[in-house]
C-alpha cells in the first residue's frame, strides 16, 4: 500500500478509483409502484436529482443486492456493485411484461470512478459530461469522454489510488462488500444502515420478515468493526467467542489501518455482544468492539 497516498488522502487530499460498477435505468408511468414493490426504500419519497440507498431483498428477507436509487425526471438509475448487477437487472427486467415500465441496463456505455476527499465540479463541454462535485462521491462518465475526464482529474491533481489502498480505505469507511461481507444469506436488517429500509411505505418482497425483526426489538447478529489488539494473523471467516466461550460472530474483512495504527476488521456480531468496547476474541487473540465507520469523517 502507498502510504504516502494514504497520509495525502487522511490529511484532505483527493484520490479516486476506478471500479466495476452496474448502471441500469427504469422509466414508464408504472415505474415508481414498480420499485416500490422490489426494495426495501420508499420510491414515492425520492425528489427529482436526489438519491438513496435500498435493498434488493428476496421472498424470505435476504439480500440480492444494495444499491443507490437516484431520480431523474421520470427516470430512475440504479447503481449496484458488479457482482450483482446482472442479478438486480434480471429481478427487474422478468416484470417488464406485467405493467408499464422499462428497464433497460446502461452499464457497457459508462466508465464508474469513487471518490475520496472533495472534488470540484467538472464540465467536459458540450455533448459530455458534467459531474455536479462533492466530498466522498462517485460518478459515472460516458466511456467516450472517460479520457478527457481522467486528464481533467489529473490536472486537478486528483490522484488514482490501487486496489490494495482501496480496500483499506472501504473497510476503514465501513462500506461492506458484496461476496465478502454480504451475500444471499444475509438477512437485510443485518447490514446495519442508516436510511436503507423505510418501516412506513407498505408491501413489497420481504417486507414481512424485515418488519417482524424491526419490531421484535432487533436482528441476532449485525454487520460491526473490530479494532485487533495485537498484531497476529487475521483470518476472514474466522469465528469470534466472548470471554464465557460463547460463539459471538464471524470476521469478514480486515486491514490495517495506518491512521489507527492498528489492524481492524468488519464481523457480524450476534446482538448481545454489539455494544461498543465489548471485548472478544478470536484466533489470533483479543478483539474490541467498534461501532461503524472506524474513523469518524471517513472519505
Same mark, same amino acid.
Given at each position: 500500500?502507498?502510504?504516502? !497516498?494514504?497520509? %495525502?488522502?487522511?490529511?484532505?487530499?483527493?484520490? %479516486?478509483?476506478?471500479?466495476?460498477?452496474?448502471?441500469?435505468?427504469?422509466?414508464?408511468?408504472?415505474?415508481?409502484?414498480?420499485?416500490? /414493490?422490489?426494495?426495501?426504500?420508499?420510491?414515492? #419519497?425520492?425528489?427529482?436529482?436526489?438519491?438513496?440507498?435500498? @435493498?434488493?431483498?428476496? @421472498?424470505?428477507?435476504?439480500?440480492?443486492?444494495?444499491?443507490?436509487?437516484?431520480?431523474?425526471?421520470?427516470?430512475?438509475?440504479?447503481?449496484?456493485?458488479? @457482482? #450483482?448487477?446482472?442479478?438486480?437487472?434480471?429481478?427487474?427486467?422478468?416484470?417488464?411484461?406485467?405493467? $408499464?415500465?422499462?428497464?433497460? $441496463?446502461?452499464?457497457?456505455?459508462?466508465?464508474?470512478?469513487?471518490?475520496?476527499?472533495?472534488?470540484?465540479?467538472?464540465?467536459? /463541454?458540450?455533448?459530455?459530461?458534467? %459531474?455536479?462535485?462533492?466530498?466522498?462521491?462517485?460518478?459515472?462518465?460516458?466511456?467516450?469522454?472517460?479520457?478527457?475526464?481522467?486528464?481533467?482529474?489529473?490536472?486537478?491533481?486528483?490522484?488514482?489510488?490501487?486496489?490494495?489502498?482501496?480496500?483499506?480505505?472501504?473497510?476503514?469507511?465501513?462500506?461492506?462488500? %458484496?461476496?465478502?461481507?454480504?451475500?444471499?444469506?444475509?438477512?437485510?436488517?443485518?447490514?446495519?444502515?442508516?436510511?436503507?429500509?423505510?418501516?412506513?411505505?407498505?408491501?413489497?418482497? /420481504?417486507?414481512?420478515?424485515?418488519?417482524?425483526?424491526?419490531?421484535?426489538?432487533?436482528?441476532?447478529?449485525?454487520?460491526?468493526?473490530?479494532?485487533?489488539?495485537?498484531?497476529?494473523?487475521? @483470518?476472514?471467516?474466522?469465528?469470534?467467542?466472548?470471554?464465557?466461550?460463547?460463539?459471538?460472530?464471524?470476521?469478514?474483512?480486515?486491514?490495517?489501518?495506518?491512521?489507527?495504527?492498528?489492524? !481492524?476488521?468488519?464481523?457480524?456480531?450476534?446482538?448481545?455482544?454489539?455494544?461498543?468496547?465489548?471485548?472478544?476474541?478470536?484466533?489470533?487473540?483479543?478483539?474490541?468492539?467498534?461501532?461503524?465507520?472506524?474513523?469518524?469523517?471517513?472519505?
Amino acid at each position: 500500500m502507498d502510504i504516502d !497516498i494514504y497520509n %495525502y488522502i487522511r490529511s484532505g487530499g483527493a484520490a %479516486y478509483f476506478e471500479q466495476q460498477r452496474g448502471l441500469i435505468a427504469v422509466w414508464g408511468k408504472e415505474a415508481v409502484p414498480f420499485l416500490d /414493490g422490489m426494495i426495501t426504500n420508499d420510491m414515492k #419519497t425520492l425528489e427529482d436529482g436526489q438519491q438513496m440507498l435500498a @435493498a434488493f431483498p428476496n @421472498a424470505q428477507g435476504r439480500l440480492l443486492a444494495v444499491v443507490r436509487v437516484q431520480r431523474q425526471g421520470e427516470r430512475f438509475l440504479i447503481e449496484t456493485e458488479a @457482482a #450483482t448487477r446482472e442479478k438486480v437487472h434480471q429481478n427487474l427486467f422478468r416484470f417488464t411484461y406485467a405493467g $408499464d415500465f422499462f428497464v433497460e $441496463d446502461l452499464t457497457a456505455q459508462f466508465r464508474y470512478f469513487e471518490f475520496c476527499g472533495y472534488v470540484p465540479p467538472i464540465e467536459l /463541454g458540450e455533448g459530455g459530461v458534467r %459531474y455536479e462535485g462533492g466530498r466522498s462521491v462517485g460518478c459515472f462518465v460516458g466511456s467516450n469522454v472517460a479520457e478527457a475526464f481522467l486528464e481533467t482529474l489529473a490536472q486537478l491533481e486528483i490522484v488514482p489510488i490501487s486496489a490494495e489502498l482501496f480496500e483499506t480505505l472501504r473497510i476503514e469507511n465501513g462500506i461492506p462488500l %458484496y461476496g465478502v461481507d454480504i451475500d444471499e444469506t444475509t438477512i437485510v436488517p443485518e447490514l446495519g444502515l442508516d436510511g436503507l429500509i423505510s418501516y412506513n411505505k407498505g408491501c413489497y418482497i /420481504g417486507q414481512e420478515i424485515i418488519a417482524r425483526i424491526h419490531f421484535r426489538g432487533h436482528v441476532a447478529k449485525q454487520l460491526t468493526g473490530l479494532i485487533i489488539s495485537e498484531p497476529g494473523a487475521i @483470518a476472514t471467516g474466522s469465528d469470534l467467542t466472548s470471554p464465557d466461550g460463547k460463539n459471538a460472530g464471524r470476521i469478514t474483512s480486515a486491514t490495517f489501518s495506518p491512521k489507527l495504527e492498528k489492524h !481492524i476488521a468488519l464481523a457480524y456480531v450476534r446482538y448481545e455482544f454489539l455494544e461498543e468496547g465489548a471485548q472478544l476474541y478470536h484466533l489470533g487473540g483479543d478483539a474490541m468492539v467498534k461501532n461503524l465507520p472506524f474513523i469518524a469523517g471517513s472519505v
